[in-house]
């Protein structure tokens, strides 16, 4: 094995570890037995991870005394529903799982979100293990607790805050991601640069202009952005403060989804052109230099990501369409919507806006 991040975050519900190493995979089992007294497991999967990585996940669990079951929901953002979250609790029920038994969150964003939500509110509360197996969840989704599944109104809009015992990352795991996965997880790599780390966006830049990205650089890049999550989410492990910085791209980002329909365009490509949005929203209202929205959008492109809503959207919204799915989003508080923005690269903050201001500017901001 090799680790090259083991870092803890002290939540108001206890430890939560996070350990990224080469190898891990197989030794999901020893991480098991030392999370729970019961010895019983359910391993959730997706339709296409489940097909790659379930056999050794469930093995592992085995040759360390549990005994181990899974189920594998269909592939895609329409899994964060409650009908999934529904055949999860039926499943749970019907393997006998209790508050001494554990759940096994094998997979993307989706599956961690769905998969925690359902542990969190599985008799109050059962032992959750996130494995993450796309690069969105190593940096992201699978550390800090956010749990949850969207409605028909909104993205996210019910879930609960449960932090996972461990989070287990196996970045062996990413050679067997589709490129267009990979590429969607950079997004998010590349927030953490643009709210918080200058030198790290120059190192992607440089990386980026040099070509493919090598596994030494995907290693360090990795570390670099789940101890980022790391830090932020033990200093606000509820979103009350600097946590909400993390949201960079995703006020746009998540109305685009909305508006396109829930997995018609990934959640990373999505946010990588909400970032680009908010970067000329900056610049429009006087925070930031002229040029800062081409310097992201010039990263995005290197990285093969789209950086302009008419990209993605194929002519299915407009920026009225947008702004109405806005206002539904968790990010508005009171009469006002919460965008993070950047002063420069490194240097991002939160400014309440009033929903009619942003409605009169989006036209302007959407195309980069």
């Given amino acids: 094995m090799k680790i090259m991040l083991h870092t803890d975050i002290y939540g108001g519900q206890g430890l939560s570890t996070i350990c990224i190493g080469r190898g891990l995979l197989r030794h999901i089992g020893q991480f098991a037995a030392r999370t729970v007294k019961g010895r019983k497991a ?70 961690g979100d769905l998969t925690g939500f359902a542990a969190a509110t599985w008799l109050r509360g059962v032992r959750v293990i996130q494995v993450p197996t796309s690069l969105l969840a190593f940096v992201d989704s699978s ?80 570390a670099k952005s789940a101890g980022w999550k790391v830090d932020v989410v033990n200093r606000d492990e509820r979103e009350g403060g600097v946590r909400t910085l993390l949201n960079f791209g995703h006020t746009l980002g998540h109305a685009a989804e909305k508006v396109l329909g829930y997995g018609y365009v990934p959640h990373g490509v999505a946010v990588g052109v909400g970032m680009v949005a908010a970067a000329k929203l900056s610049e429009k209202l006087g925070h930031a230099q002229v040029g800062l929205a081409e310097r992201i959008a010039a990263l995005l492109k290197a990285l093969k990501l789209p950086t302009s809503m008419d990209e993605i959207g194929n002519g299915l919204f407009t920026a009225e369409t947008l702004f109405e799915a806005m206002l539904s989003d968790k990010k508005k508080l009171g009469a006002d919507l919460h965008f993070v923005l950047l002063h420069g690269i490194g240097e991002g903050f939160v400014a309440p806006l009033k929903p009619e201001f942003v409605r009169d500017l989006l036209p302007e901001i959407l195309s980069v």
């Fill in 42 to 111: 359910v391993v959730v999967s997706d339709s296409n991870v489940g097909n790659l990585h379930l056999e050794p996940v469930l093995a592992s669990l085995r040759e360390s005394g549990f005994s181990a079951e899974s189920v594998c929901v269909p592939a895609g953002e329409d899994s964060k529903s409650l009908q999934m979250l529904s055949v999860l609790w039926n499943t749970f029920h019907g393997y006998g799982i209790t508050r001494t038994d554990l759940v096994v969150a094998l997979g993307g964003g989706v599956v």
């Fill in 143 to 222: 550390i800090g607790g956010k749990t949850g599944i969207d409605l028909p109104f909104g993205k996210n809009l019910a879930g609960a805050f449960y932090q996972p015992r461990w989070v287990i990352g196996d970045p062996d795991v990413l050679r067997t991601l589709p490129e267009a996965e990979f590429v969607q997880g950079m997004a998010e790599v590349v927030k953490y640069g643009c709210i918080f780390d200058k030198a790290f966006f120059e190192d992607l830049e440089k990386a980026a202009a040099e070509g493919p990205l090598s596994d030494s650089f995907v290693e360090q890049m990795i």
